[in-house]
């Protein structure tokens, strides 16, 4: 039986893509080994949203034929669809485009029965199309599946590749979502991620439908117990919103809502749509309406126009936000956006800007998070390591808590309640209040 892995970088979307993937080679008789194993076909899922990114992608590619020079080696994901010459260039026989990679199946049945040396497959992404259904996945986190409900962005922001490597907003049939969360359900997926490269859009393309719908048929779903949102922009945080989220019991108290700059003029620059007032006014009504809401977020360090002052201002705002987690970049000029023109920051200044604010954005997270010593909270439990148990709160705090035993049947993907006892580097530590699981 021929034999075959998934290398997947960048995003959730990538990740829930991955899984679709693997179950489509699957159909057609491959099994699946563990990277770094030896196989016949390697599927690089690549990622293109910095230049680190690319690099990963192309080492990755590289690994691959190291490991086995007769392998096959496919690339598909955003760089792939950006440059599919430099995939191959770097080692790739197969190259395959964001829309093209639902037929990963054929392609390759194709190379193999007709001996192809090389296929290139990658069509122009700004075309508009329909929403591309196809098997459901079958891989997941043992607790946790991404299930993907649009696909493309419309903003254009001045620094990002994603709309032109993803195109434009296409929106999944809420059928179809959800019958693939009844068979998420089936096979004991508990929680669920609902991802896309644009969520806001959902539903743009539908007549009266946005991402509130889709939660709401979610939610009477027998099973699942969580539903957890991807990332969101502050401006789709109206008080409409927020009252009719309020309706579904499972939808998890944690937000993501990238910041990406503090600095009004700065996302003016970034034509991200919003100001920091629109941003700041999106978590309080979160807060005030909502229980042991926690925010998350991403913020661009050294984007080109910005200047000591607007980076003060992007630390004033995780002060005032009290983000539980906020991840930092570093500005990446990615060509074909209007960002590539400008002239970058000097690159001590930016990684004199990470270091402040990552050292900052930690010690106003653990300031926060040690409001929660001493309470009692419930986590859906994720993985075990010796005698302590690792989860997630609803609202997306990690937590560890010592058990007595090692029984790991009585503990993986059941929910537990921890009385937090302390802090680690990135969550919470505690015990578990009672040995027996909460079904």
């Not at 990740?15 to 993937?21: A, F, L, R, T």
């Not at 599946?145 to 254009?156: A, E, R, S, T, V």
């Not at 922009?233 to 910041?259: A, G, N, Q, R, W």
């Not at 999106?282 to 991403?298: C, G, M, Q, Y």
Request: glycine share 6%; charged share 30%.
């Amino acid at each position: 039986m021929r034999t075959y892995t998934i290398i997947t970088l960048g995003c959730k979307v990538n990740q829930y893509e991955s899984s679709v993937i693997s179950t489509n080679l699957e159909a057609i008789g491959f099994e699946y080994r563990k990277f770094p194993d030896i196989c016949d076909i390697y599927v690089v899922n690549t990622c293109t949203v910095t230049s680190m990114s690319d690099k990963k992608s192309r080492q990755m590619i590289h690994k691959a034929r190291i490991i086995n020079p007769d392998c096959i080696i496919i690339a598909t994901g955003c760089l792939a669809q950006q440059d599919p010459q430099i995939m191959i260039k770097n080692g790739a026989d197969i190259v395959l485009g964001n829309n093209e990679k639902s037929y990963i199946e054929e392609m390759l049945v194709s190379v193999l029965k007709e001996k192809r040396p090389k296929l290139i497959a990658v069509s122009d992404i700004s075309q508009k199309i329909e929403y591309k259904n196809s098997r459901f996945p079958d891989k997941w986190e043992r607790t946790r599946g991404y299930l993907k409900i649009q696909d493309g962005c419309d903003n254009f922001c001045s620094y990002c590749i994603i709309p032109y490597v993803r195109g434009r907003v296409r929106s999944r049939d809420i059928e179809d979502i959800k019958k693939e969360a009844e068979h998420m359900a089936s096979k004991g997926i508990k929680e669920v991620v609902l991802t896309g490269i644009h969520l806001d859009s959902y539903g743009k393309d539908k007549e009266d439908l946005s991402i509130i719908n889709v939660i709401a048929e979610l939610n009477e779903i027998n099973g699942i117990r969580r539903i957890r949102l991807g990332s969101l922009e502050p401006k789709i945080i109206t008080d409409h919103f927020v009252t009719e989220i309020k309706k579904y019991s499972k939808l998890c108290p944690h937000f993501h809502m990238s910041l990406q700059s503090g600095s009004d003029k700065v996302l003016l620059d970034m034509n991200r749509r919003y100001d920091s007032k629109i941003f700041i006014d999106a978590i309080v009504k979160l807060r005030n309406s909502i229980p042991d809401v926690e925010i998350t977020t991403d913020i661009i360090v050294g984007y080109p126009t910005e200047t000591e002052e607007d980076f003060q201002k992007s630390m004033e705002i995780v002060r005032k936000a009290q983000f539980i987690k906020t991840h930092v970049f570093k500005f990446s000029k990615r060509k074909g956006t209007k960002a590539e023109k400008l002239q970058s920051l000097n690159s001590s200044v930016l990684n004199e800007r990470s270091r402040r604010l990552i050292s900052y954005a930690t010690e106003v997270s653990h300031n926060k998070l040690a409001g929660y010593l001493g309470k009692n909270l419930q986590i859906l439990i994720e993985e075990k390591q010796n005698n302590t148990v690792i989860g997630h709160t609803t609202n997306y705090i990690k937590v560890s808590a010592l058990v007595s035993n090692n029984v790991e049947k009585d503990y993986i993907n059941t929910f537990c309640n921890v009385t937090i006892s302390g802090l680690t580097d990135d969550g919470l530590k505690g015990i578990i209040t009672s040995e027996k699981p909460v079904l």
